[in-house]
């Protein structure tokens, strides 16, 4: 009975341990199917789409919502930059990166193929280690409450861009992006999704004309707070200069700011709702990114992260630490208005807390 015992433990630990996952099969796949490319040999469409279809990629294709023409480009993409039949084609491209964008990220891979290869051997000969690094940078905007770890997750890293994505209680990370973000500090982008997972925001029922408010409020949350942990380094000589597009976001942020004060008193005084494509269309910018993280380095540069990360389950104190910071800030941010403000504490008095 002793030695069942034993066992039974040490398979639920195996188990435990197996729960967390790093996937890169999707990203060995396209090295594959460049080899061939690289010795010339076109790929049939059964071998594109079987490749497109493959679990990481297809979530992520999925949740970008690329169709098929965006896929069959992509695909012609690759095979200027890599079959060396178009080599005169890729080079008059890769001088117009605007018009050529594909060609240009594509391009990326090719280039920084052996270090890209190694990047990808160190990581699936050590994923503890590599889930461990996620793990120290989302704690570091999560309070000790939250220091959990997720029991049953994939990381998917493939090689389609350069971006990452939380989804399906996942996440997908790009082998150029992650392996870039990693040299400035690693564990930085998976730290960023992971925290989608871990961070919990509080469920409230709010009036049914709040509702959009509401939803307003946890995506600027959802984004800025954990950008807190990647976007930062956006600025650094540490990554390429087409990732250095921190500051820029900073500026988008807050030229938004007084949208967001006038939506909100918009739907104080009732003249106003908003859907979540409209929000995310004319009130904020990349799903909470703008101006989320431009608020929350300002709550950060005035000392008052700690609080936010204490209040990481409740997008109303995202709002309230904002305005706090921007009073002390010297730069003078934009400071919302008081009738955002007093409506902002009247919608979360009467919100119940379903959680």
């Known amino acids: 009975m002793k030695k069942l015992f034993t066992l039974l433990l040490l398979a639920a ?12 099969a999707a990203a060995h796949r396209y090295y594959e199917l460049t080899d061939s490319l690289k010795a010339g040999k076109r790929l049939s469409d059964g071998t ?5 279809k493959m679990d990481g990629n297809r979530q992520y294709i999925d949740n970008q919502a690329y169709d098929e023409k965006y896929l069959n480009n992509y695909r012609k993409a690759m095979e200027v930059v890599y079959m060396p039949e178009n080599d005169s084609l890729l080079q008059a491209r890769l001088k117009d990166p605007h018009n050529y964008y594909l060609t240009y990220l594509i391009h990326h891979y090719k280039e920084d193929e052996a270090a890209l290869r190694t990047y990808l051997e160190g990581v699936t000969a050590n994923p503890e280690g ?4 996620m793990y120290a940078s989302t704690y570091t905007m ?15 890293l493939i090689a389609l861009n350069n971006d990452a994505v939380a989804n399906r209680d996942n996440f997908v990370l790009n082998l150029w992006g992650e392996y870039q973000f990693d040299k400035a500090k690693p564990g930085i982008v998976g730290g960023h999704e992971l925290h989608h997972l871990l961070s919990r925001q509080k469920k409230y029922e709010v009036a049914e004309k709040d509702q959009s408010l509401l939803l307003m409020l946890q995506l600027l949350l959802n984004e800025g707070a954990p950008d807190l942990i990647d976007k930062k380094y956006l600025v650094s000589p540490n990554v390429p200069e087409e990732l250095q597009y921190g500051t820029y976001l900073l500026q ?13 008193k918009e739907m104080a005084a009732g003249t106003r709702t908003y859907t979540s494509q409209e929000l995310k269309q004319q009130v904020i910018g990349m799903s909470g990114h703008v101006p989320g993280f431009y608020m929350a380095d300002v709550i950060e540069r005035n000392g008052l992260r700690n609080k936010l990360v204490a209040h990481i389950d409740n997008p109303f104190q995202f709002i309230y630490l904002y305005n706090k910071a921007a009073r002390k800030d010297k730069a003078k941010p934009y400071v919302f208005s008081e009738e955002a403000m007093a409506y902002l504490k009247k919608v979360e008095s009467g919100a119940k807390v379903k959680n």
């Open 13 to 24: 630990a195996s188990h435990s341990l197996n729960a967390q996952t790093i996937d890169a």
């Open 48 to 52: 594109w789409n079987s490749f497109f």
């Open 130 to 133: 590599y889930l461990e690094s």
């Open 142 to 156: 999560l309070p000790k409450r939250l220091h959990t770890k997720k029991p049953d997750f994939t990381v998917y």
């Open 252 to 264: 988008l942020g807050e030229r938004q700011m007084p949208k967001v004060d006038a939506a909100i």
